[in-house]
């Protein structure tokens, strides 16, 4: 496919060895036998194999905890603390989740340089603006959308029940990481037209907000976003940041923020597809889902990825 990225969000897959992920997929190699599995924190390699399939939400987040120059958990390590919030419910060999509002709420009690909130339903066109102010989002899709050629016919299929990170948008196509993409294919700044994306797309997602400040060093060539002088306490010791004036409102009280120097400390990458965006968005707003209660929604964990 096609690529533009920032260079600062880094990939990773959900399987521990991102380059083994097609063997693992195809039933070339079981998940148990990746070399790497020791690496994910799991305490056997049958932990591993049942929860690596299940983690597209966790590996989403650490490729943004990555980008911001913070320290990664495991992927086990995560997942074990969202199991203790509810982020994740596990009846035998049964798991639910990843649910989005435990989730969000994980998020926000962590001293991370992002925050997030639950956006069901969220339009093609509101996803776009969030990913043109510098954010970032983990969106549900099938994941079908692994197979999508670069200007290929999508497929019919069901919407939903893989979360990927939305990284950069133009009017005519999303950029994202898949977690569990096909490797040199599609798991690194896959970019997709938004008419064929929309064939795989629920129409929901979790947005993640960057705390607009100054900010410092972590000593590894990242920077580390930190809240600005007179940001609003979140009430766990960690400021929220203000949205400058006339910035957007997100619907939930909460100003959307507006990068200065760009996403964790970068200045924000020009889209190098066809010149960028223009002022007047074509997409599509017309496509909503209604009915997501945020403590019900969901991305699967039931399928493959």
């Not at 097609?22 to 994910?40: E, V």
């Not at 495991?74 to 989740?97: Q, S």
């Not at 994202?176 to 037209?193: E, K």
Request: net charge positive; hydrophobic share 40%.
């Amino acid at each position: 496919m096609p690529t533009f990225a920032r260079p600062e969000v880094p990939y990773l897959a959900q399987w521990e060895s991102a380059h083994l992920v097609g063997d693992i997929l195809t039933g070339q190699l079981a998940a148990r036998d990746d070399p790497r599995w020791a690496r994910s924190g799991a305490a056997s390699p049958h932990d591993y194999e049942f929860w690596a399939r299940r983690l597209c939400g966790v590996a989403c987040l650490r490729m943004v905890l990555a980008g911001c120059g913070t320290d990664v958990p495991t992927a086990m390590t995560l997942a074990n603390d969202l199991l203790a919030v509810g982020g994740y419910e596990r009846d035998g060999d049964r798991v639910i989740g990843l649910k989005y509002a435990p989730f969000a709420e994980y998020v926000n009690g962590r001293q991370w340089p992002f925050r997030a909130t639950v956006a069901a339903p969220l339009t093609n066109a509101d996803l776009l603006d969030h990913l043109r102010d510098g954010h970032l989002a983990m969106v549900s899709v099938n994941p079908a959308i692994r197979d999508l050629a670069p200007d290929g016919l999508p497929i019919q299929v069901e919407r939903g029940g893989h979360l990927v990170l939305a990284t950069q948008a133009t009017d005519d196509h999303i950029t994202f990481h898949n977690p569990s993409g096909w490797p040199d294919r599609s798991q690194r700044n896959a970019v997709v037209r938004w008419e064929s994306f929309d064939a795989y797309y629920a129409g929901r997602g979790i947005l993640l907000h960057l705390i607009e400040t100054g900010a410092i060093s972590d000593g590894r060539g990242l920077e580390r976003a930190r809240p600005r002088a007179g940001a609003a306490s979140s009430g766990r010791g960690l400021g929220r940041a203000r949205p400058r004036t006339g910035a957007a409102s997100d619907g939930r009280g909460l100003g959307r923020a507006r990068l200065w120097g760009g996403w964790c400390g970068f200045r924000r990458a020009c889209c190098v597809w066809g010149g960028g965006l223009s002022a007047g968005s074509t997409v599509s707003r017309h496509r909503t889902v209604s009915g997501f209660a945020p403590d019900s929604v969901v991305a699967s964990g039931a399928v493959p990825g």
